[in-house]
């Protein structure tokens, strides 16, 4: 049986799991502050989105404003791929954990109705 990949987008990084991540599969990143899982998995939604997937991205941590001009600096035009209609940015930073029912209902509404391909969530600490 053949497993659908979605490719990464960092160079060598998609030959380690054979062609990609599993479609249809959750990946949890860990690491410590400052190891690159906010990088890492824009660009995953990145290259989806530039090669037609759309993404979402959800923050629990970084405003959309602080989270486009970061990405913007290292190359990834996020706000552009929103423009586009490819990327949505859901803004949870305020959300308190009575909230958490309710956010997670906006999170699956938006997901089936923009088409979303690739969800990406940072920091998942916050949803647990």
């Keep these: 049986m053949k497993i659908e990949k979605a490719p990464i ?7 380690i799991p054979g062609g990609g991540l599993p479609r249809a599969s959750m990946i949890l990143l860990a690491g410590n502050l400052g190891a690159g899982k906010t990088i890492f998995s824009t660009q995953f939604l990145h290259h989806g989105a ?10 629990f941590a970084e405003t959309r404003d602080d989270y486009f001009r970061n990405m913007l600096q290292l190359g ?12 949505k940015f859901m803004d949870f930073v305020a959300m308190e954990e009575t909230g958490m029912s309710e956010a997670t209902s906006m999170m699956m509404d938006t997901i089936d109705k923009f088409g979303a391909k690739r ?3 940072d920091p998942m600490t916050a949803v647990l």
């Design 9 to 15: 987008g960092i160079g060598e990084m998609d030959k």
């Design 119 to 121: 969800l990406v969530v």
């Design 76 to 87: 990834m035009d996020m706000e552009g791929l929103e423009k586009k209609g490819l990327l």
């Design 50 to 59: 530039t090669n037609g997937e759309k993404g979402v991205y959800v923050s």
